[in-house]
Each structure stands twice: as structure tokens, then as C-alpha cells.
């Protein structure tokens, strides 16, 4: 960031008098005299973005202390809701397991094949490469359309992987795969993964492309004997800045897994085994109105998202070294 | 080019360290197979909505159409035209939501990402860093007081409540201002010498050269609108998204299926004929996306 206003603002105004001394809140108050219309044009989408994002997260976090059900007036608790929510309650903590499950999976399965697969597609020409980035990037814009899964999986013998496997005769009677606690969270993985390829995807085909070719010539003089020493020592230290954009889309939709869910499994899943912090969330927060509990839930789960992007990008700063 | 010579162009030799033939065999047909997984079931989708009703019904189901009709889509309109919110209606609401939103969220994301990107003052940094912070959370997490705002403002059933929080939509600004970093400051600087404002500096100059970053912004936003249900703000039937209006013919049960086919691929087509015109925009402005450690 170049800072125009220390530089060449002054000048324009003549304000670059001497080393006058200020008192440093008479210097703070000056600056910001100075850049009010900054501050203007920042002001409709700041006003919007705290009014919705920054205040509800605050407000949640005290709310996550209170019994409030909508219609009374909070009630202080203290750490009750806490304290029920991860001590005494089941259903929580099968939403946590299989949170964790989706996120231990779909996040770093997601994030590797966001990668290989741009990499994959930066080898190819111009027309083939477009082509391909349409064809993995289409189906996470394609709006709702996850709902054809519901076809795939189909408890019936017109579902296609029944039709299929009946066929072939690997299958005799169909099986209700979104019935049956052994299948739904494999198949709300598979789901999840095949959306997953989104703005990471493409932020990856996007940093390969600015790689200094250069770089290429330079590692093989110093040494470099394969390909993967390549990608290890100089494509993927060069895109670190694109790894940990992407890290942290990766790892907040892999934690937040609702919809897919709810589409494919129902909402409650059978035996809750496609529940998921967030549906515990929503099951509390509209459903049963217990808004100080649900808050706590989401308190949770804003930390768990806060804490495991920390530590991934921890982890990153060390690739390439 | 023909088709010929770009398909060949995509094994041309490496000008760089080569890889043996059988792991680039290997790796390609990893792409081919993965790219299939992802591409069949839009193929899918795009048959299910040409198919007549025996063939959506036959057992064992069959992939591709054979005899493609129409009939799916009058049927939409004969369905919807039966129900007491006309499908225009439907159609109406979420171009709306999806044309006010998507401009706005634009406009405004832009206007707040000029000074972030090319000014220091009192909190500029501090205020980034908390838009960078948000995109580490899902919008689930706030979803509640996100409610209580609403209801508070008077907001709850009207459309508002679903456009002017996505006007704040974090990726944008942290997009366009990564983007907006590149623009060169003796552009600005001298604009400025010239005797334009701020405003016409960032209206004239900036705006204009970062034309990527809007198709890119559109291109995020556009989909996330368009699929919105909207459900937990919106009750009034005429108020309702196509989104909500697919639930509704896919709860119709099995007579729908056709229909329901029908609705989806409309749903599906309008994101991504806009990704494949704004495709390489997209792609540039993705290559100022990177984080700062």
C-alpha cells in the first residue's frame, strides 16, 4: 500500500510546513479531518457489514450467556448454556462428531483436489483449460441443483445407483441409502465434495498462471531433478498468498455443512446421522426459539472455524521450506 | 485454431522438466475421470428436463434422452399459470433480488474498497482486518441476531431483508481491494493534479480499470442470489423466490418430475452462461486474491 496522502497530498495542499510538534490526539483527529471522504465512501457498505456481520457476532456471544426465548426478556445464566450444551447434551455432541467428520474429510480432500486439479488444468491449452475450469467450477454455481443427488440416491429401484447396481446384479432389493445411518454421511461427503470446487478452485488456476516462469530455469540450474521437487520448492511457494485465501474458503464451507444435509437426509436426518453443528444450530434457533442456546452453538462453532484457520495457516507459512 | 489442433495442443511437450509418459498418462486420465463425476449429473440434469414422462419412469433409468419434447416446459407453465401466484411472479421477485443485490453489492464493495486499498488513515487497517476475520466464519454463526436486526428494523417479510445484508457480502470487498491494490498510483495521483475530487477519481479512473473485479463480484454474488430461497424472512406467497417455487413443484411428488427437471435447469443455465462470458475476468481478478501472511 503506497501512502499517497504522506507524500503527495501535502504538497498538493501546501500543508508541508516544518516538523510542527502535535500533541498525537491533535495529529489522529487531523488525519482523520483529512480523509473524511474516505471515510464516506466507506460508509454505506461499513454500515451494512457491521449492522449484519460484526454486531450479530458480538451479539451472539452475549446472548450465548442469557435464556432467552424471544418473548421474555433474557434471563442471565451464566455458563449454563455452555455447560449443558457440551455435558449434557447427545445430540450435540453427534453434531460435533460429524462436523468434525465432514471437515477432517471434505476440507483437506477439497483443498488438495482444488489444487491438483488446477494444477492438472494449468498444463493444458488455452481452450481445453477454459473448458475444464468450466466443467469443475459449474457445478458449485449451479444454484441448488444438488437436489439431482436425491435422484443418484434414490431409495427406489428408479434411483440410479439401485438401477445400476440391480442391473449388474450386485443388488437384489433396492436400499434406502438416505434412510439408512450407514450411508448418510458418506453420501452427504460425496455431495459436499462435488460442490466444493469453488472460489479456491479458481483463485488456484489463477495463482498458477502468475507463477515467474523464470523461477522454472533458475531451479533447474540450482538442482531441481523432478517435478514434484519443482512443486514443492518453487510452485508452490510462489502461490502461498492464493494457498491461504483458499485455506480459509476450504476450511469455513467444509465446517458449515447445513444445506446439503437437510436436502439429501431431511432435517432431523434419521438418527441424526447427517446432523451437523450448524442444523443444531437451526434446530434450536428456529425452531425451538431457545435463542441464548443456539447462540452458544454458534459461539462453538465461530471459534472451532476461528481456531482451525489459525492453525492452517501456521501450517502453510512451512510449505516450500 | 480447429478443434483438431487444440485438443492435440493440450499434450503438447512440456518446454520444462518432463514427466514420464505413463504418470502424465496417469494424471490425465485422473482429470478425465474426476472431471466426468463433476460434469455428468448437470449433463443429467439438462436430459431429465427434455425427457417425456415414460422416459424419466423407465426402469432401468436411462441416462440420455431419447425422444427430447418440450411437453416439460408447457407443463411449467400450465402448472404455474393454474397456482394463484403466477411463475412470472416468482420470476419477477428473484430478478429483483438478484439484479438490486448484485449491482449494489458491487457498487458498494467498490466504493469501500478504493480508499482500503490505496489510502492509509485512522482504522483503515484495522477495518480490513476485521473484513478478513469475517470471511473465516460462516454466515450461519450469525444468523440469529441476524433475525432480531431484522425484525427490530421492521424488515421481516420484505425483500430488504434479503438484499441489504448481501450488499455486505465480505468476499467482494476483500476481492475488489486486493484487485484495486494494482492500479497505479500515478494514475490517481494525477487525476488529482488535474482537479478531480476523490469521487470522480474513484468514479472516473478507478471504477473503469477494474472492470474484471465487477464480472468477478457478479459472478459470486450472481449465483448466491439467484439460488436464495429466502424462507426464513419471506412468507408472503407472492413475495417468493424461483428458488422456493422449485421446492414447491418438486413437493408436488412424482407426477412433478418432469417439471421439477424443468425448473432446474433454468435454475442452473443463467450462473453459468454468465461464468463462461465472464470467465476470464473471473480468472484475473482470482490472481490478486491472495492473503498476506
New interface residues.
Partial sequence: ??????T?EPA?HGLAGGPVKVSRRAQ?WK??K??K???F??S???I??F???????V??FG?SFFYFNMLETPRFVGWENYSRLLLGDDVFMIALKNTFLFAVITGPLSYI?CF??AW??N???P??R?L????????S?????F???L??FSGD????LN??L??IGVLLEPIQWLQNEKYILAIVIIVQL?LS?G?SF??F???L??VDQTL?EAG?MDG????WQ?LWFITLPS????L??GA??Q???S??V?EVSIALAGFPSVNYAGHTV?TH??DY??LRFE?GY??AI??I??GI??GT?MMT?KLL?KVGE | ?TLYS??I??F?P?K??N?SFTVSLM??G??LA??S???L??I??VN?AFKPLDEL?I???RFLVRNPTLENFTDLVVIMGNSWVPFTRYVANTLLITLVGTAGHIL??S??A?????????G?NM?FR??V??????P??????????MSQLGWINTQAAII??S??F??G?FLMKQFM?QIP?AL??AA??DGA???RV?WQIVMPNVKPAWLTLM??QF?AL??T?GG?FIYSENLKTL?YALSQV?QGGIARAGVGAAV?LL??TV??LL??IS??S??????T?????
Avoid at chain 2, 476475520?133 to 460462516?138: A, C, D, P, R
Fill in positions: 500500500m503506497v501512502q499517497i496522502h504522506n503527495a498538493l489522529l488525519d482523520i483529512k480523509s471522504h474516505y471515510y465512501m466507506m454505506p457498505y461499513m451494512i457489514f449492522l449484519f456481520t460484526v454486531i450479530p457476532v451479539v451472539s446472548l483436489a491438483l486439479f492438472l488444468i498444463e493444458l491449452s481452450f481445453v477454459a475444464m475450469t468450466l466443467v469443475f467450477y459449474a457445478p454455481i449451479s444454484g441448488n441443483v437436489f439431482i443427488w435422484i443418484v429401484s428408479y434411483g440410479y438401477g445400476f440391480m442391473k462435488w470446487l472460489t479458481l483463485a488456476i489463477a495463482g498462471q502468475t522454472f533447474a531441481i531433478r523432478n517435478r519443482e502461490m502461498r498468498p492464493q491461504m485465501f480459509v474458503m476450511i469455513t464451507a465446517f458449515a447445513a450448524v444450530l437451526m434457533g428456529t435463542m443456539a447462540s454458534a459461539t462453532l465461530f472455524m476461528l484457520n495457516q507459512r | 485454431m487444440r485438443v495442443g493440450a503438447r512440456q520444462r522438466l514427466r494424471l490425465f485422473l482429470l474426476f472431471g463425476f463433476m460434469v449429473p448437470l443429467y440434469t431429465n419412469f426402469f432401468p433409468p458498494l464493495a466504493a469501500a478504493y480508499p482500503l486499498a490505496k489510502f492509509k488513515f485512522p483503515s477495518l476485521i473484513v476475520l469475517s470471511l473465516m466464519f460462516s450461519h454463526v450469525t444468523a440469529i441476531p441476524n433475525y432480531l436486526v441489504v445484508p450488499l455486505a465480505s468476499l470487498l491494490e498510483d490517481i495521483e488529482k493534479i475530487n476523490e469521487y474513484f459472478i459470486l449465483p439467484w439460488g430461497d426464513s428458488h418438486i432446474a435454475l442452473m450462473p453459468i461464468f463462461i470467465q476470464s473471473v480468472i484475473q481478478t482470482m490472481a486474491s491472495g492473503m498476506k501472511e
